[in-house]
């Protein structure tokens, strides 16, 4: 059918080829202007522009023939594409018989493999059974030799263990014998021991209060006798100012390298220096106060009394007196009582001793020395 079909489309395009070769050769005749009167029937006449019939037998003779090429194009592919298939079966059947004959060849390899397998085990079955039964009896010999063994050692044990423990408790008796001994011969001893201890202790304890009494005898006579001296010294040599007026200024009880430096700075390096200068001025240059150059210049003034000591500074501040017109101005009897009560509580906080007390002499002395 198909080949039928590609004859027909064939001759319609020969016919189309035909009468384009004829609309070419009117064209060359009359022209595109011209005009074709195709004879249709003896009573009817068309008139046909000649570019137009050139144009369509053109166009048919195109379609046509492409029609019947690709009809041809395919009848051929066909064609083609079916042998291709009917190789690629035969190609398939073969390769099947192959594969259908090696399938058929391990069949059998398998079914002796099977049978040399199930033969093996067989072999092995019967090699486990008599390995297993070889085990149990193995098993049982060792299970009754080891039991008996066992028994043997547990009796063993069992009679070493009970040696031991009377031995033990034979050494553990004679040791508490022993120690218990020991201890009460160490106890008599160690109190016998403490016993001359504490008879020693005591003796050296009668002898320490008796030395200390002794001690304090001492420092009462001592003390005594270093007043006695002192008075003797100021009754024959005459008493000496702590300060004189060529003394640096840090010798001044409360001026320290700070202060001494500030005062230094204005000219100040001496104590007379110190206690002659206004203490407005200094204070004005200095920047400090007043009134605590004010005391300090009546600590200098004080300390450069003669026979008046570090000590007995600190009394005269205690009693109000703060530079030497004020300590001119004192009655020695009524300063000596109010120095008197201000010792008593120095000697109970254990600040002074009572040889640190002045005498009403020489209270007396410094209020004379200090109206000179």
Same mark, same amino acid.
């Given at each position: 059918?198909?080949g ?6 064939? $001759? ?11 609309? %070419? ?10 005009? $074709? ?21 053109i166009?048919?003779? /195109?379609?046509? /023939? ?8 395919? =009848? ?7 042998? &291709? ?32 397998? #199930?033969?093996?085990?067989k ?18 010999? /060792? ?5 008996g ?24 008796? #004679?040791?508490?014998?022993? $120690? ?7 106890k008599?001893?160690?109190?016998? &021991?403490?016993?001359?201890?504490? #008879? ?5 304890? *009668?002898?320490?209060?008796? @030395?200390?009494?002794? %001690? ?6 001592i ?11 100021? *009754?024959?040599? !005459?008493?000496?100012?702590? /300060? ?11 001026? !320290?390298?700070?202060t ?46 003669p !026979?008046?000591?570090? +000590?007995d ?5 205690e009693?109000?007196? @703060? #530079? ?13 009582? +109010? ?14 001793? =009572?040889?640190?007390?002045? @005498?009403? =002499? ?11």
């Amino acid at each position: 059918m198909k080949g039928q079909t590609i004859w027909i489309s064939g $001759f319609l395009t020969f016919l189309a080829g035909l009468s384009a070769v004829h609309a %070419i050769v009117l064209w060359a005749d009359v022209g595109l202007t011209g005009v $074709f009167q195709p004879f249709l029937s003896s009573g009817i006449r068309l008139g046909i522009p000649v570019w137009l019939y050139l144009l369509i037998t053109i166009i048919a003779t /195109l379609a046509l /023939l492409g029609a019947t090429t690709h009809l041809i194009i395919s =009848e051929l592919s066909t064609k083609k594409l079916l042998a &291709q298939m009917d190789a690629r079966m035969n190609n398939v059947e073969s390769t099947q018989k192959v594969q259908q004959q090696f399938l058929e060849s391990l069949q059998a390899r398998v079914f002796l493999v099977d049978e040399s397998l #199930n033969s093996m085990r067989k072999d092995v079955s019967k090699a486990f059974s008599k390995q297993e039964e070889m085990l149990k009896q193995a098993h049982e010999d /060792l299970t009754k030799k080891f039991d008996g063994d066992l028994a043997a050692v547990k009796a063993s044990m069992t009679r070493q263990f009970t040696e031991q423990s009377e031995e033990m408790k034979k050494i553990n008796t #004679n040791l508490t014998s022993m $120690f218990t001994k020991n201890l009460a011969d160490a106890k008599s001893e160690l109190a016998g &021991q403490l016993t001359r201890i504490e #008879n020693v202790m005591d003796k050296h304890e *009668e002898r320490n209060k008796k @030395t200390e009494k002794a %001690i304090l005898n001492q420092e009462d006579k001592i003390a005594e006798v270093k007043s006695k001296i002192e008075r003797l010294e100021a *009754e024959f040599v !005459g008493p000496k100012p702590q /300060l004189a007026s060529q003394n640096s200024i840090e010798d001044v009880r409360g001026i !320290g390298e700070s202060t001494g430096k500030d005062l230094r700075a204005i000219g100040i390096t001496t104590v007379g220096e110190l206690v002659t200068t206004d203490p407005s001025l200094i204070a004005a240059k200095t920047g400090m106060s007043e009134k605590i150059i004010e005391k300090l210049q009546g600590r200098a003034q004080l300390a450069m009394v003669p !026979g008046i000591k570090e +000590k007995d500074l600190i009394l005269l501040e205690e009693a109000g007196i @703060t #530079n030497r017109r004020e300590l001119a101005a004192q009655d020695p009897f009524e300063l000596g009582k +109010k120095i008197n009560l201000i010792v008593k509580s120095y000697v109970a906080e254990g600040k002074m001793t =009572e040889a640190d007390k002045p @005498t009403v =002499e020489a209270i007396d002395s410094w209020i004379r020395f200090a109206k000179t």
